[in-house]
């Protein structure tokens, strides 16, 4: 027995990522949520060059499409290779079939020229036809200027801004520092710990949120609307829903799986075609929340786009070769912990 939905959206992920696993252990071990930024994600930020970028990115997206996954925003930082970082995503999304909504989180950490390259990159991209945001990393790592400059860029773009807020304890000021930039259109990552109303869409990564120890976002208690992201940690949407589901009913009993479920179709706000890609999963009730929250292994069989291309086919991939994705990726990760 089979059953469709349409494609679901990764509301946040880094893209980057997609070759950390495995990697070396940092010089130090992390205690907290700030040393592990330090000790892991900024080393490796910093050590991407493009080609790393383009197969961390393929290699992503192509996990993404074998779990039904046809729609990714995407938030990225390479310090070192910035300009035309971007365009490397969205071509290596685009390959695999999947669409991305991409953007560079821009950052006062390399000094304040590396944050205005981080602006222009998002400019450009965008200025030239690409699908994007302007990305922000998150307000302790950027001055006031830059976050003005940021939403500037935005509103003249016509777009919204894409940054995480208050994810950890360092970061407790930056619903002062942001509210009156904060716009409808915004999309607020993680929220921990925010102690005030924002406008904008809330992105919520309950796993991620577990995995870095910053503790439980709460979202259900917001007045905003929710998506479901994963930060970085692949992008199967169905097992995200179940762990935002466990994640709440800790918090609060009486809450259904109605909830999180409405969280994944929130994402066709960012990429409403979306909506019109058909996924068939190996389990005929894949488009019911009560059986999704309780049914493990559940996977897409084919996958076909709102403009009729078959992209997945008894679970693979049919316009690229996933043998090779995989081995390049490889490879490519080898490079990056040479760096590290």
Known sequence: MASTTPGLVCGHHHLYSSLARGM???????????????????????????????????????????????????????????????????QACSEVGVRVVCSYGVTDRHGSAAGRRGLEENRRFIASGGRGMVGVHAAFTCSDELLESASGLANDLGVGVHIHVAEGIDDLAAGKRLEQLAQDDWLLVHCVHLDRELRGTIAHNPRSNMNNGVGYAHPSRRANKIILGTDGIGADMLEEMRLAYVAYRADEVTLSPDLAWSWLENGYDFIPECRDDQVTWNYDHSDSPWHVAFTPGIRAINVRSAEGEELLHDGLPTLVDLHEIRSKASEAAIRLFAKL
């Open 24 to 90: 070396p252990a940092p010089p130090l071990q992390p205690t907290n949520f700030l040393e592990i930024l330090q000790q892991v994600w900024w080393r490796l930020d910093t050590a991407l060059d493009l080609e790393m970028i383009y197969w961390s990115a393929k290699l992503g997206a192509v996990e993404a499409l074998m779990s039904g996954t046809t729609g990714i925003i995407d938030h990225h930082e390479s310090p070192n290779a910035i300009e035309g970082s971007l365009d490397v995503i969205a």
